[in-house]
């Protein structure tokens, strides 16, 4: 969210509306849940509807950049290959012709230039790097044996059955197992229940932590043991022509996704508005919304209305929020996110080790490491790359990431970003033309222990309004593609049963 905008609700002084435009559904929030939402109003031939976006472009944690060389990601870089249950994920890959086939084939084919160019992964630690993310070289034995009984356990989650016959970590999550047994995990760390189940191998604790500060952006002794394990077990998609391990990616990261959902709003989106008030009324539901580009505010008249932006914002806009959702959109808080670009006139110089790869991880740096714009483009030696480097503030308490975010100069940030990739590549400084760095204060729920099961995360999920409908992440209590895009398709289904249209259900089986 734009600080300067965003920051505005908190002071809550606009100008009145002095236009209005009408329309059957308006969607706040053009990330990936509010253009799923579109997606969905739109394959069902509704498409009277208006997406209202604070920034300039649309896509949320999905948006990316152009430089003349290659496209690269603002955000989220990849997607697993889509499990069974993610049905509404399959649908679309399928209208973009990405999954060829039947889409709801246990092991369907996907187009080859989507699947993650090898070597996909590596990890550079103790001055050598390692293809993949579990670290190997110089373990003891019996830290071997500890990491083969960990992969085995994840193994046996990923099929594992609730008392209620559900997968016990699905993805969507909603269609999780609910087996008290299972959720009863959401009560303690990750960081926890390694220990209780003898995990003790330090290369496992740093897999652990390094997953939770890539996925949720909070270290593994803050996050529930639920989400931890979610992580490793939910991802079970399988493929014809790739292995269990492939990730769907470009070199735009998750922005092609975001903006094929784009084309299909057409249009049909307004970006640069700033929603600062809801008002439910007899015949509808108010939209006032500030475009700051002209200094006036816009009010929107519309049927019905899908909130698909962070759920905190939603307690600064809607006066007549009943308190008990009040409480469930302040819950769990959200954590703060660095993301840095470095153009590059030319590869620079590599360690000892493994051949560059698609995703570059730091085993003992301040940030989680790299992704490689051009790695997609492995067929053309190009001169000149994008790494896009990523860096969760998890060492902070929410708060006082944001203050540091917000303070701290954007060369002080580039300065000490360069200084950590020197210790893997040398002359990268030399090779630099531009850094840029987006600050995200409020990039993603944090799936605290106790935050997901059996409090304010489910009475959020299960709000009910004659008017308007929740569409977010934020409802799952973590951010990741799948469960953006659930969320804005099952508003978006909502919708549609209001307004009496008919639909094939993208979400139910």
Excluded at 18 to 42: F, M, N, P, Y
Excluded at 63 to 71: I, M, N, Y
Aim: hydrophobic share 40%; with cysteine; proline share 6%.
């Amino acid at each position: 969210m734009s600080p300067e905008f965003g920051h505005r609700l908190r002071e809550g002084i606009f100008p009145a509306p002095g236009e209005i435009r009408r329309t059957a559904v308006a969607i706040i929030g053009g990330g990936v849940s509010g253009l799923s939402a579109a997606w969905k109003l739109d394959k069902a031939g509704v498409g009277d509807f208006l997406v209202l976006e604070l920034e300039r472009e649309v896509g949320g944690n999905s948006r990316s950049g152009q430089s003349p060389l290659v496209a690269y990601p603002w955000g989220a870089h990849y997607l697993p290959l889509p499990t069974r249950e993610s049905r509404a994920v399959r649908e679309l890959l399928s209208d973009l012709g990405v999954l060829q086939g039947d889409p709801l084939a246990s092991r369907p084919a996907y187009d080859e230039r989507y699947l993650c160019a090898t070597p996909q992964e590596r990890i550079f630690r103790d001055g050598l790097w390692e293809e993949g993310l579990l670290p190997r070289l110089g373990l003891s034995p019996a830290e071997r044996d500890q990491q083969k009984r960990f992969q085995a356990r994840m193994e046996e989650m990923k099929h594992a059955r609730g008392r209620d016959g559900r997968r016990v970590f699905a993805l969507p999550m909603e269609l999780s197992s609910r087996d008290p047994a299972w959720l009863a995990l959401d009560r303690i760390s990750f960081q926890d229940w390694l220990v209780e189940n003898r995990f003790t191998a330090p290369s496992l604790h740093w897999l652990a932590h390094y997953a939770c500060r890539d996925d949720y952006g909070t270290a593994y002794d803050q996050t529930s043991a639920w989400a931890g394990l979610h992580y490793f077990a939910c991802r079970s998609g399988e493929a014809d022509n790739a292995a269990p391990d492939a990730v769907l990616t470009a070199p735009e990261g998750n922005g092609w996704l975001a903006k094929a959902l784009a084309r299909r709003a057409g249009g049909r989106a307004l970006t640069g508005a700033v929603v600062w008030r809801l008002q439910e009324a007899t015949n509808g539901i108010l939209v006032d919304c500030w475009l700051p580009g002209e200094n006036r505010s816009l009010r929107i008249q519309a049927e019905q209305a899908v909130w698909a932006a962070p759920a905190f914002v939603l307690s600064r806009v809607w006066g007549a929020m009943p308190a008990a959702l009040r409480q469930g959109v302040l819950a769990g808080g959200h954590a703060p996110w660095l993301v840095a670009n470095l153009h590059l006139d030319d590869f620079p110089e590599e360690r000892r080790g493994a051949q560059p790869a698609w995703d570059n991880v730091l085993y003992d740096s301040p940030g989680l490491g790299y992704v490689t714009a051009t790695h997609q483009l492995i067929r053309r030696r190009l001169k000149g790359t994008v790494f896009t480097y990523y860096r969760a503030l998890h060492d902070l308490p929410p708060a006082a990431g944001r203050r540091l975010l917000l303070e701290t100069p954007r060369e002080v940030w580039a300065g000490n970003i360069l200084a950590e990739l020197e210790r893997v590549h040398p002359d990268i400084r030399s090779l630099a033309t531009r850094l840029d760095v987006f600050r995200n204060g409020h990039a993603m729920r944090r799936p605290v222990p106790g935050s997901l099961w059996g409090g304010e995360r489910e009475r959020l999920a299960a709000f009910r309004s004659r008017r308007l409908t929740l569409a977010h992440a934020d409802l799952s209590g973590f951010s990741v593609f799948e469960e953006a895009q659930y969320r804005g398709v099952v508003a978006a289904e909502r919708v549609l049963e209001r307004l009496g249209a008919p639909f094939v259900s993208s979400v139910d089986g």
